[in-house]
């Protein structure tokens, strides 16, 4: 028996296929359904399963869309409250596939009330659980998604059903959904799988004796979590849909100026240097990379319409797929670079860069410095720079601090230069004039 982990860096997220002979199992896919059928097609198998652990807070499912595809019975939590048809998964009432292998649903809430993690047994052996998003690499899933008024209680229960993971036998292999990278969880591990025997061993939730401190535990520390969570479970239970490889025109000035009229958003998904270098007024920059998606989720509202800005050498079908996982799909075109842009005549936007160590020179030089840290709450309590002041990035929807003078420059710094530069088009945006640490942050400053 073979898992296949499929992984979507950029939500910090796994999808697993499970082969034996020719028989597959597929545990929460996500909507682009593509990578997973390539997959299925190159093994030869013939998916019996589709599995889904919870209904995702933090991507659209593809595990409807992909049953009807391949056959396969969709599975799914019994209470998920789910409205389209689907075998519900009662706790230890197994599911037979075929040559030896059945599925053994276990109730294990905590992340969310109706949570199931899935062991897979060969011919009777636990061989693997699909833990979703109650065990993790060192770590268990947050409690706190579906609100606060449900958070003690979920976390609670997220004890027990840690104690029910930790009595199948040592060797079994562990399998999460969520990992490094996904706002479900805090793990860093440095690993995305793992087994019973070592989750006892290393994983610090272990230690704890009672629900009681556990609870207070997994309750404390929490940083917040990207807005378009709030879209993603209604959709799941609703209608979640398969996701086509989008077709995304190029465009030119005019389209781009007429979409900014029109109430869109201008996405510049260039390096950070470029974007400082010359962007289009109003744009907001991020990076493609694994930060791409989550925080254009947070930062745009949702299912914005998109206009994107990018290299010649950037897959914009890529970078809407990477929108689109998160129900992001009105991206109706993209423009290559700003030279057209420029060449055209138009006004581009353009601000300062620095390194750590100009920041730290100006601040010696001129104790009156605006300075925003714009990392998490719980980076800011670890440690910031005398005199700085903490502003979150999504924050800045409501604002700038108080006390900032538009009037004068704010040097913007966060841990890498990522979040920093995210920040810049929201700050140009309130009528302040930013300067960027693009490379490094606070903890060169303190050591840390």
Known sequence: MDVISIRTPSLGDATYIVSHGNTGIVIDPQRDLGRFLDVIEDRNLTVTHVLETHMHNDYISG?????????????????????????????????????????????????????????????????????????????????????????????????GSLQRLGKLPDETGVYPTHGEGSFCTASGAGRTTSTIAQEKAENPLFSFTDAASFAA??????????????????????????????????????????????????LDGRDRYAFAAGHVPGSLGIELGDSFAPWTGWLLDYDSPIMLVLEADHDAAQAAIELGRIGFENVAGVMRGID?????????????????????????????????????????????????????????????????????????????????????????????????????????????
């Not at 049953?67 to 009432?93: C, I, M, N, R």
């Not at 969310?112 to 699909?130: I, N, R």
């Not at 409690?143 to 229960?157: F, I, K, M, N, T």
């Not at 807005?227 to 000035?253: D, F, I, R, S």
Request: aromatic share 6%; with cysteine; hydrophobic share 40%.
């Open 217 to 266: 535990n997994q309750l404390s520390g929490l940083v917040p979590y990207p807005t378009y969570y709030a879209h993603m479970g209604p959709t799941n239970k609703q209608n979640p849909t398969a996701l086509a490889v989008p077709e995304v025109p190029e465009v030119g000035p005019d389209a781009i100026e007429a979409h900014l009229e029109e109430g869109g958003a201008v």
């Open 63 to 159: 595990g409807r869309d992909l049953a009807k595809h391949t056959g396969g019975d969709l599975v799914l939590p019994a209470a998920s409250g789910a409205g389209f048809a689907f075998v519900p998964a009662f706790h230890q009432e197994e599911l037979e596939s075929t040559e030896g292998l059945t599925i053994r649903p276990l109730h294990t809430p905590g992340h969310t009330p109706e949570h199931t993690s899935y062991l897979v047994l060969l011919d009777g052996t636990p061989h693997a659980v699909f833990t979703g998003g109650s065990l993790l690499v060192g770590a268990a899933g947050r409690s706190d998604l579906l609100g606060e008024q449900y958070a003690h209680q979920l976390a609670v229960l997220q004890w």
């Open 340 to 448: 057209t842009w420029a060449a055209s005549g138009r006004e581009v936007a353009s601000y300062q860069t620095a390194t750590i160590d100009e920041l730290v020179a100006a601040r010696n030089a001129d104790d009156e410095l605006q300075v925003i840290d714009v990392r998490d709450p719980l980076e800011w309590e670890a440690g910031h720079l005398e005199g700085s002041v903490h502003h979150y990035v999504p924050e800045f929807h409501h604002g700038l601090p108080a006390g900032i003078d538009t009037a004068q420059p704010v040097w913007i710094v966060c841990r890498t230069g990522n979040r920093a530069s995210i920040a810049a088009g929201l700050i140009e945006a309130l009528g302040a004039t930013p300067i960027v640490v693009t490379k490094g942050g606070v903890p060169d400053t303190l050591g840390v």
